[in-house]
């Protein structure tokens, strides 16, 4: 069974204070793993999807980083803005679903 | 163009009683899903459909849960005889096929059961 682990649950950053957000996952077959942002009272918004080791992806403030076994999101001089809760998901093997975290809940304070 | 869209947006009911959701996916999408996230859970996959495939239903947690989607088109996803443990967000997202493909999330509905 597919499993996804994001940590740390809650990270509060100042604002341009830099870091990192993690997502380890066990998957048979990985077809891709998924950024999503979500803020509250909303549906997730997409951001990245990476398919294979040693691939990164770029959006702003964001990069995304995958090995065979976790996946980073590196935040670069966050602003307020960047607050939100981060999940992480995968597709694997034949099923067609995305296993998910539980999410990082990322606070940026001016 | 317009994203995956969820009606209704808010829902209470109270135990016992029956509800439908509602999502369209986008314009095109041959794959549809729903998921439910419950406070402090992450989001839990209920079921999958793809053109006109049987839907993959391995996710459903009971008989009193049932999906149906017209052609590629709108879904609906039924709860019967509601407990206070369906009470959570229940999402739906679309994408182009199933494969590897990126899926979009509507807003969601936000169910609280009584």
């Given at each position: 069974e597919d499993q996804v682990t994001q940590s740390p649950e809650a990270l509060r950053l100042q604002e341009g204070e830099s870091s990192s957000l993690n997502c380890s996952y066990t998957v048979s077959g990985l077809r891709g793993l998924f950024w999503y942002r979500q803020d509250p009272g909303k549906g997730p918004e997409f951001l990245f999807t990476l398919y294979s080791a040693g691939e990164e992806k770029e959006k702003e403030r964001l990069k995304a980083t995958l090995t065979k076994k976790e996946s980073f999101l590196h935040i670069t001089a966050?602003?307020?803005?960047?607050s939100a809760t981060y999940l992480c998901a995968v597709q694997g093997g034949s099923n067609y679903k995305l296993t998910f975290g539980k999410g990082t809940l990322l606070t940026v304070n001016p | 163009g317009a994203g995956v869209s969820q009606s209704p947006s808010n829902k209470v009911t109270e135990k016992g009683k029956d509800v439908e959701l509602r999502c369209d996916p986008i314009s095109g999408h041959t794959a549809l899903y729903w998921y439910r996230q419950r406070l402090g859970q992450g989001l839990e996959f209920l079921i999958y459909f793809q053109g006109n495939s049987a839907p993959?239903?391995?996710?459903?947690?009971?008989?009193?849960f049932s999906a149906e989607r017209t052609g590629e088109s709108v879904s609906t996803l039924t709860i019967q005889?509601?407990?206070?443990?369906?009470s959570a967000v229940y999402l739906c997202a679309s994408s182009w096929?199933?494969?590897g493909e990126t899926q979009y999330f509507g807003p969601g509905t936000r169910l609280l059961v009584l």
């Open positions: 966050p602003k307020p803005e960047d | 993959d239903k391995s996710g459903l947690p009971s008989d009193r005889r509601t407990q206070q443990e369906d096929t199933g494969e």
